[in-house]
């Protein structure tokens, strides 16, 4: 009898440990979809800075705790893979095809923030473009969700664009740069009035009431992070390239606010 106990004992010693390492073999795949915040534009440099992103920047001197970089040091023994499909410009009738190519990497972990450049071309009559912003971004989580029925979705609403707009003002330069780059133009250009950019405030904030409604219908796949809607940006985390996109503070407080060490 103690002999068969010792031969028990010892196969599940040893078989423990080749059941990790066996499942450590699968490179964990995490994947970001949307527009260039996601990029990490003009963090740093004039243009992408991909390693720089809140979602899967892995730059070698560490500048940007971002998702990757925290899922890469929780997932030991296990090799982490990032497929970054975000482009500057991208709008979510664009997220569909991002999805299709991010799916081929059969991704475990996806990031998604798209709407900015969605809600910085509506104007009064917006209710239409919300509704087929919906259904696009509801059409790329049920693909997702399909393909791998485990897979955790990290959903970002739209970061405050009108609190960017009273930082923006407070620093010398950043109006001109609003006005020769064309950005968000209903709420940042020069000859906005004050009852424009209230409007643009309340379809901003309708966009992101939609998100949150969209996210709470999958939420055993899908965490919606509502706090990055109002967080408090400071100065230091706006780029001073175009006073619009995060800088590297920026990213870390962004990942800071939505990284949840649970959720992998």
Excluded at 21 to 48: C, Q, T, V
Excluded at 128 to 142: A, C, G, M, R
Aim: glycine share 6%; proline share 6%.
């Amino acid at each position: 009898m103690h002999r068969l106990m010792l031969i028990f004992l010892i196969t599940s010693v040893t078989w423990l440990p080749q059941q990790a390492r066996s499942e450590g073999e699968k490179p964990y795949i995490m994947g970001s979809l949307g527009d260039s915040i996601s990029a990490g534009f003009n963090a740093w440099r004039y243009g992408d800075n991909r390693e720089l992103s809140w979602a899967g920047g892995l730059d070698p001197q560490g500048l940007v705790e971002s998702h990757a970089r925290r899922l890469k040091s929780q997932l030991v023994g296990r090799d982490l893979v990032v497929v970054n499909e975000a482009f500057v410009g991208a709008e979510v009738r664009q997220l569909p095809r991002q999805a299709a190519r991010l799916l081929k990497a059969k991704p475990d972990y996806v990031t998604i923030a798209i709407g900015a450049n969605d809600v910085c071309t509506w104007y009064e009559d917006y209710l239409p473009k919300l509704e087929s912003y919906k259904q696009h971004l509801t059409q790329v989580i049920d693909r997702l969700i399909e393909a791998n029925p485990k897979i955790k979705i990290v959903l970002l609403p739209v970061p405050s664009i009108p609190l960017m707009y009273e930082l923006g003002l407070k620093r010398s330069g950043c109006q001109a740069k609003w006005d020769t780059m064309g950005v968000c133009k209903p709420i940042l250009a020069a000859d906005r009035t004050p009852q424009q950019r209230q409007d643009f405030t309340a379809r901003f904030e309708h966009l992101n009431q939609t998100i949150g409604a969209i996210a709470a219908q999958y939420s055993i796949n899908v965490r919606f992070v509502p706090e990055i809607a109002k967080a408090a940006f400071d100065d230091s985390m706006i780029s001073p390239l175009d006073c619009f996109h995060p800088s590297i503070e920026g990213h870390n407080f962004i990942s800071d606010l939505s990284f949840d060490p649970t959720w992998y």
